[in-house]
């Protein structure tokens, strides 16, 4: 159904390039017909959004480093000074140095560690509480996560303990805001080929180690991602929260590869 998002307005943050899932999400709510702004860090990664922005029709776009409490300031003020109120953030905001992306996770140093965790789970509580603020009819808050949170995976290493942070930050958050009218929730998709997938060793192994094995034989699509976003933000998930929504062909249910691949 088309125009599932007309009349929503909100903020996309985590577009890298064209290969993101952020900007794979930007794109389904666009179609859909939502307005919005997209945060960007730095001016080379504003020159790479700022294209992708025009062509969904954004001209809004504002810099934000989610460690510095006045650039969040900044931000919410000029989403606050041009919208006045919102309905929906997706927050797609991870990081760890790519030397600690492989190895063992034994071997995780203190700084990594505190910094990961503040970049990739304490900025989704920054932002809800900055962005709830802006939603006094209800919205969403929808951020992004890996099977990595409960499930060894190899390199993942201190990404997936954030995950796992993120991902019970979600079901705080969704009980803190509920009675606002506020839905939390995150999309678990499989491996995708994007700049920060790239960054974790034996990324491309993995990548075709779920794609033969899952049960739907296949990857997750920006498409798929997109579309998923689509319905937590629309109306079909009002009564939607805390959920740890997985699109990823299916592989989470297995407990060994197929039978072809042992």
Not at 15 to 41: C, M, P, T
Not at 52 to 62: C, H, M, P, T
Not at 122 to 128: M, Q
Not at 184 to 211: D, H, W, Y
Request: a negative charge; one cysteine or more.
């Amino acid at each position: 159904m088309p125009d599932l998002m007309k009349g929503k307005r909100g903020l996309v943050m985590g577009v890298a390039n064209e290969r993101s899932i952020a900007w794979g999400i930007a794109k389904a709510l666009a179609d859909e017909g939502a307005e919005l702004a997209f945060s960007y860090q730095g001016e080379a990664f504003g020159k790479r959004v700022e294209p992708l922005a025009a062509s969904v029709g954004s001209d809004f776009l504002v810099d934000v480093d989610v460690t510095d409490d006045a650039s969040m300031d900044a931000a919410f003020a000029a989403l606050k000074d041009r919208w006045g109120t919102m309905d929906f953030v997706i927050h797609a905001i991870a990081y760890s140095d790519k030397n600690e992306l492989t190895g063992r996770f034994i071997n995780t140093s203190r700084e990594n560690f505190k910094n990961s965790l503040d970049i990739s789970c304490y900025s989704l509580i920054d932002v809800a509480k900055r962005a709830s603020a802006l939603m006094p009819e209800g919205g969403t808050i929808l951020t992004l996560t890996y099977q990595g949170s409960n499930r060894v995976t190899p390199f993942y290493n201190v990404m997936g303990v954030a995950k796992a942070a993120l991902e019970s930050a979600v079901r705080y958050l969704a009980n803190d805001l509920g009675p606002d009218g506020i839905r939390v929730n995150a999309i678990s998709p499989g491996p995708m080929k994007t700049l920060a997938g790239a960054a974790i060793g034996g990324a491309r192994k993995t990548f075709r180690q779920t794609e033969a094995n899952a049960p739907l034989r296949a990857n997750a699509t920006l498409d798929a991602v997109g579309g998923t976003a689509v319905y937590l933000a629309s109306d079909h998930g009002a009564c939607t929260t805390g959920e740890i929504i997985r699109v990823d062909g299916g592989y989470h249910v297995l407990g060994m590869p197929q039978p072809e691949n042992l």
